[in-house]
């Protein structure tokens, strides 16, 4: 199974959620922004929380983070569907109800299309401002100004990681995690930028 969970227990590939939510909270702690940061795309996970296995890891790895740093969200948005239009509508009301957070995280790079598009609308600049981070590297992330700080899904390592596991007779049936990347970018300010 690649970038799939089995109900039986078999060979499955995929990416580490778990890691990766914590790499976006621990890169906005050195960044110097636990202060003020805002969650886009989904509360905290609960066993009842109708999310995907991937999605609850990865969620669970940003709160692990977040206690681990002695901190939590001073804000969460819930988004049902994580599209760009809820990542605008989300950041739109977000700012509206005069919460400016120093940084957001959101669930996918489409919700950061969207935030990113409410925070310009506003007048306000990236990453001056707000900081922005995301999951997934889309390949317009690199095409935002400036370019969105995300942690990438690594479908070539876990393609390869699959085909090699398929070639091994010996093989051992159960999850094998991948990493995720961090494409760090120009979206995300560090404590000393902030005020230039």
């Not at 206690?67 to 804000?75: A, K």
């Amino acid at each position: 199974m690649l970038n799939a969970t089995a109900a039986s227990e078999e060979i499955c590939v995929l990416p580490d959620e778990f890691q990766g939510g914590r790499s976006a909270v621990d890169l906005l702690a050195g960044a110097g922004h636990l202060e003020g940061l805002a969650v886009i795309g989904a509360d905290e996970p609960t066993q009842d929380s109708d999310i995907t296995v991937t999605v609850r890891r990865r969620l669970e790895g940003m709160w692990s983070a977040f206690r681990d740093h002695d901190t939590e969200p001073f804000i969460t948005v819930s988004c049902r569907d994580w599209e760009l239009a809820n990542g605008h509508e989300a950041g739109r009301r977000l700012l509206a109800a005069g919460c400016l957070p120093k940084a957001i995280v959101c669930l996918n790079d489409r919700l950061a299309f969207g935030v990113c598009r409410a925070i310009t609308e506003l007048g306000l600049r990236i990453p001056h401002d707000v900081s922005v981070v995301s999951f997934d590297d889309d390949i317009i992330a690199q095409y935002l100004e400036p370019q969105l700080t995300t942690v990438a899904l690594p479908y070539v390592s876990m393609g390869e990681l699959a085909v090699r596991l398929l070639l091994d007779e010996t093989a051992e049936r159960r999850e094998h995690l991948v990493a995720m990347p961090m494409r760090l970018r120009g979206s995300v300010a560090f404590r000393a930028n902030r005020d230039a």
